[in-house]
């Protein structure tokens, strides 16, 4: 259609006739329009809030041991970090190699404890090398059904080779 063609805008009450009209041809002529064409106005967009002090900041957990670059011995050992408020289970997640490694886990559990013991003596570490973990706060006991609430920043470790 060309521009000496084109209909003029319609007027909101042209356009409230015409959706009564359609709604009559529908077969809805006793259902309210309000109820099906009140749709608010967006005018603008605004962006969401910065954290400040009086507001939560998300959470995260803080992993305690090993820590970051650690060398591990091959031992018994546990991977331990603080609680966090209003969790009720945490998902421990170890890998081999570093953050970046997106492989299948050698640890991915659920536990309510906030250690999990780890035998670092054992086969899957006799090569040693570079490993990685985090842990992940959940609103559930259950590690298969929790959301996460929050998570760990995901930290690299050493494991020392096994001496012959």
């Excluded at 331990?80 to 890998?95: D, E, H, N």
């Excluded at 570490?125 to 059904?145: C, R, T, Y």
Aim: aromatic letters at 8%.
């Amino acid at each position: 259609m060309s521009e000496s063609q084109q209909q003029p805008a319609l007027t909101e009450q042209d356009q409230f006739e015409a959706r009564r009209a359609f709604l009559k041809k529908a077969g809805l002529g006793a259902v309210g329009l309000g109820a099906l064409w009140a749709v608010p106005r967006i005018s603008t967009v605004k962006a969401a809030p910065a954290y400040t002090a009086a507001t939560a900041p998300p959470c995260t957990v803080a992993l305690i041991s090993p820590a970051a670059d650690a060398v591990v011995p091959q031992v018994q050992s546990s991977l331990t970090w603080q609680p966090v408020a209003g969790a009720l289970g945490y998902r421990v997640t170890l890998k081999f190699g570093s953050c970046d490694n997106p492989g299948n886990p050698l640890i991915g559990t659920a536990t309510t404890n906030t250690s999990y013991p780890v035998n670092f003596a054992g086969p899957a570490f006799a090569n040693g090398g570079i490993f990685h973990w985090k842990v992940e706060a959940l609103d559930s006991p259950n590690g298969n059904i929790g959301n996460t609430i929050c998570e760990s920043e995901c930290r690299n470790f050493t494991v020392e080779a096994q001496v012959d």
